[in-house]
């Protein structure tokens, strides 16, 4: 298997502010067979050479999945920072410290592209049937109180959008087991990302039955 280093979540680094990210999932891939049972050890790989992002994505994939009694095993704690098959390194070397640390599957997640999106908002206004207000009784009062919004003028509004892969391979064979890709909508911070992110690719391996719902550590 080749591990290659991607630039990945470069922006999301330096980003302070603090505020809900969307994650969806565009899309699955699950290889015949392949049920919760088949991998209990999982060695997590984010592929970049940012080294807080990585950490902050392992440990953050390294929580979750352990809250479903899987063993988890991470790439910052086995290769060195600088570590990289761009530095030369073997495919044997790769796989036989991965297979030393007893895990059964590999994690990858990597960055394949990002873009920006334009998006056009409406003018008007929210409408909720389920409310009643004092000013609809009267002309006047709900006339007022809805045509600024109703009349008030559309605009357009750019969001980058980060489409990432992630990819479960055997460790022993180096098959493809499970594959996702997702889509994730301007993310404003680290943990906003980590947190729309992780609960996508939870969700997801749930719906294709690679982890079990109900399953928690002992």
Same mark, same amino acid.
């Given at each position: ?6 630039? #990945? ?11 809900? &990210?969307?994650?969806? #999932? ?33 440990n953050g994939l390294e929580q979750q999945l352990r809250e479903k009694g899987l063993t988890i095993e991470k ?90 892969? &992630? ?9 493809? #087991? ?38 928690? &550590?002992?």
């Amino acid at each position: 298997m080749k591990i290659k280093e991607q630039a #990945i979540f470069l922006l999301l680094a330096g980003l302070l502010t603090a505020c809900g &990210t969307t994650t969806m #999932i565009t899309g699955s891939w699950r290889k015949d067979n392949a049920t919760a049972n088949g991998y209990q050890n999982i060695f997590v790989a984010a592929m970049t050479s940012n080294i807080p992002v990585k950490q902050a994505v392992e440990n953050g994939l390294e929580q979750q999945l352990r809250e479903k009694g899987l063993t988890i095993e991470k790439s910052v704690d086995v290769f060195p920072p600088s570590f990289s098959t761009q530095t030369g390194a073997k495919r044997e070397l790769v796989l036989s410290k991965i297979q030393k640390t007893g895990a059964d599957g590999i994690l990858t997640i990597a960055l394949l592209r990002k873009e920006t999106e334009s998006r056009y908002i409406p003018g008007g206004a929210y409408y909720n049937p389920g409310l009643r207000f004092g000013y609809y009784h009267r002309f006047w009062n709900y006339y007022s109180n809805w045509s600024p919004y109703i009349y008030a003028p559309g605009y357009y509004d750019q969001q980058k959008v980060y489409y990432l892969e &992630t990819n479960l391979y055997d460790a022993k064979t180096e098959e493809l #087991i499970w594959a996702a890709q997702s889509k994730t909508y301007d993310p404003t911070n680290l943990d906003s990302f980590l947190k729309g992110y992780i609960k996508a690719i939870e969700t997801q391996m749930i719906k294709d039955g690679l982890i079990n719902a109900n399953q928690k &550590t002992q």
